[in-house]
């Protein structure tokens, strides 16, 4: 069994996305790039862009009762590797030990001509 969690404190998916999903004890939170709730394009720094996709991500899982310390998995997106000595700066500011563990892919483009997106996968229930 599945059920989908969103908020307008985030982005809102297209109507063929859900935000999240939660099954059988995990939260699976879409893709999120850096964009504000109301879609505009977060453009500056690699921290600023870092902070409000985080910033999406926390209000999704807060929707779906879970917090960013039950996060067990992170896959993240760049167009340009050379943000990853910036994000790697920021990135363990979210995380408490152990932390989560993670991918980083570089990729051609991604939505809105977003530079990086991050998706989650966090446990909820007996995992806690």
Do not use: W
């Not at 063929?16 to 939660?22: D, E, V």
């Not at 999120?32 to 926390?58: A, C, E, M, R, Y």
Request: hydrophobic share 40%.
């Amino acid at each position: 069994m599945k059920e989908e969690s969103s908020t307008d404190r985030s982005p809102s998916a297209p109507n063929f996305l859900s935000q999240a999903i939660t099954s059988n004890g995990l939260v699976f939170v879409s893709g999120q790039i850096h964009t504000k709730p109301d879609n505009t394009l977060v453009t500056g720094s690699t921290k600023d862009k870092v902070d409000q996709i985080f910033s999406n991500i926390k209000a999704i899982l807060e929707a779906a009762n879970a917090t960013l310390d039950d996060i067990v998995k992170v896959v993240i997106y760049v167009t340009d590797m050379s943000v990853m000595p910036e994000l790697n700066e920021v990135y363990p500011t979210y995380f408490n030990k152990p932390y989560p563990v993670r991918e980083a892919v570089c990729v051609k483009a991604l939505p809105l001509g977003a530079e990086i997106e991050i998706s989650v996968i966090a446990g909820v229930g007996t995992l806690h």
